[in-house]
């Protein structure tokens, strides 16, 4: 469930592969990536209606996804499949990679419309 905003909270982690590096909390809506660099990103978005997800660096957003025909906006197409059996969900949802290049300590957030 969002918070306040659309604001997407951090609630399981599969895996992390430096976490003195990348510190979340849980239900925390950022999560800290303290050396600067070059990371990668990659999420997915499963609902009943196409999403707009945001990607926010230090509050800023710095990259707009949706399922609209020009899905991806990068500020400085997506296509959902439903299933008549599964009505509280698409099978296919909205997923995205991409890199971004991040100063030290930057809070990466991400919201959901």
Known sequence: KTKQGGAVPWNVQTANSDPSNLQWEKDKTYVVC???GLYEVQFGFFSRRKP???LHVNGEPVLTVSGG???VAYHAGGRLLSSG????TNITGLTHTDFV???AKARVSMSYQ
């Open 34 to 36: 303290v050396a600067p």
């Open 52 to 54: 707009v997800v945001k």
């Open 69 to 71: 025909p020009q899905y």
């Open 85 to 88: 059996r599964y009505t509280n």
């Open 101 to 103: 290049a991040l100063p």
